[in-house]
């Protein structure tokens, strides 16, 4: 069983630059959540989808937006980036919503905004 | 206050020595989990758990609910056990996953 898959792994913008990150649940599983690491910081949530919905959504601006697929996949989307969006993005899936069944992560996108 | 607070934030450890990782909470909770996060990024979840005690190798993980803690155990720690070890809680007012700021262990040979 593939795990989950977020592409692409490296990624080099340029301030006010838009990108788009993808990430790819385990088969079956329903719920995907975004993260933000940056260096030194515990993992900052920014949303959660489930079948579609937007269930939750952290404390980012609307810079940040993103959107769940028909067949779970997921992308994350940030607008007219700043260089403090530099970050490991971490994607993770499970079966039920965020926190009642064991999450899978993926190896993360490291964005880099000079 | 954090909602989770976990201790010590740091640890330095000689192979072999028995490790305890902390993490206490301020909200009710339905579900603690203990994740792992390796130089590199990629985090591996270790336990999901809501009452007792769970095993799994080396690893021990325990809650104890009306206390709201828990802990992660080590046994006959090794250098490949060097990671940041996180613990988040689903629960609080909108029922998010709430992340500890991590444990970060170094275990020397």
């Known amino acids: 069983k593939a795990g989950v898959t977020q592409t692409p792994r490296y990624l080099i913008k340029t301030r006010g630059q838009q990108v788009t990150l993808s990430c790819s649940p385990i088969s079956g599983h329903r719920s995907v959540s975004w993260y933000q690491q940056t260096p030194g910081q515990g993992l900052q949530f920014l949303f959660e989808y489930f079948s579609e919905t937007q269930r939750n959504k952290g404390n980012f601006p609307g810079r940040f937006s993103g959107r769940q697929f028909s067949n779970s996949r997921s992308e994350m989307n940030v607008s007219t980036l700043e260089l403090g969006d530099s970050a490991l993005y971490l994607c993770?899936?499970?079966?039920?919503?965020?926190?009642?069944?064991?999450?899978?992560f993926g190896q993360g996108t490291r964005l880099t905004v000079v | 206050k954090n909602e989770v607070e976990q201790s010590p934030q740091n640890l330095t450890a000689q192979e072999g020595e028995f490790i305890t990782i902390n993490c206490s909470y301020s909200?009710?909770?339905?579900?603690l989990h203990w994740l792992q996060q390796h130089p590199g990024g990629g985090i591996v979840s270790l336990f999901m758990l809501s009452s007792g005690k769970k095993k799994h190798g080396r690893l021990i993980a325990t809650i104890n609910i009306q206390e709201k803690h828990s802990s992660l155990h080590i046994t006959a720690s090794h250098p490949r056990d060097s990671a940041v070890y996180i613990c988040?809680?689903?629960?609080?007012?909108?029922?998010?996953?709430?992340w500890g700021a991590g444990t970060k262990l170094i275990i020397k040979p």
């Open positions: 988040a809680v689903k629960g609080g007012s909108n029922y998010q996953l709430i």
């Open positions: 993770a899936s499970s079966l039920g919503p965020q926190g009642n069944t064991e999450a899978f």
């Open positions: 909200v009710g909770i339905s579900a």
